[in-house]
């Protein structure tokens, strides 16, 4: 157990939907890191936040937003939502801005 | 820019047999390496990673990887495999200016008894 949790495990919606991921860090941990794993891209790194500010982004699509709150949860949203946005949703967080990373559970969004 | 290159996308082998997972990275700084283990229908775990200091790395489960400068690798080897070592297995970089890891596509180790 990393200590990273997830919500939810699993997610099955539709085209054109939005839906919302939800992350909680370690304790103590300041950053999230949100990572797409798909067979055809691999681990994608999206968007990370550190003490509740965008701190770098990756290949996150403008339809995708995230954010993290005072509590330091993290929240992934996807909107307008396509086939391909099916995947493997992770969060991982860390203690600093960069440095090693405990990841979450995942969450499996199939988009049908 | 950082990236990552494993070399083989899947790695069957016998329990109880050496096996060696080949990552080779690209960059022309300093780096900070990582593997990584997903079991199936689980997140990533790490596994070991280097810093700086001893260019052996010793990790969790048996598992050791070394650093090699000159050849920009960072292969890791487990010297007798156990069926539960099935896993797929990513290598990682952050180098320079970059905070953020670049991941490998993953090899996938698959252990037979």
């Known amino acids: 157990d990393s200590g990273v949790t997830q919500t939810p495990k699993h997610l099955i919606t539709a085209t054109g939907q939005r839906v919302t991921l939800r992350c909680s860090p370690r304790?103590?941990?300041?950053?999230v890191y949100w990572y797409q794993q798909s067979l055809d891209q691999g681990l994608q790194f999206l968007i990370q936040y550190y003490n509740g500010e965008e701190r770098a982004k990756g290949n996150i699509l403008e339809r995708f937003s995230a954010q993290q709150f005072p509590d330091l949860h993290s929240e992934l949203n996807l909107s307008s939502l396509e086939l391909g946005d099916s995947a493997l949703y992770f969060c991982?967080?860390?203690?600093?801005?960069?440095?090693?990373?405990?990841f979450g559970p995942g969450t499996r969004l199939t988009v049908l | 820019a950082q990236s990552v290159t494993q070399l083989d996308s899947q790695v069957p082998v016998f329990e109880e047999a050496p096996v060696e997972l080949r990552c080779n990275y690209s960059s022309s700084v300093s780096v900070y390496l990582f593997w990584y283990v997903q079991y199936p229908n689980q997140g990533l775990q790490l596994l070991l990673k280097?810093?700086?200091?001893?260019?052996l790395v010793k990790g969790i489960n048996g598992f050791e990887a070394e650093f090699n400068k000159s050849q920009t690798s960072f292969h890791l080897r487990k010297p007798s495999v156990h069926i539960s070592d099935t896993a797929e297995y990513f290598c990682a970089v952050i180098s320079g200016g970059s905070y953020i890891p670049t991941f490998g596509r993953g090899t996938s180790l698959i252990v037979h008894p």
């Open positions: 991982a967080s860390s203690e600093g801005t960069s440095g090693w990373q405990f």
């Open positions: 304790s103590g941990d300041l950053s």
């Open positions: 280097y810093l700086s200091g001893s260019t």
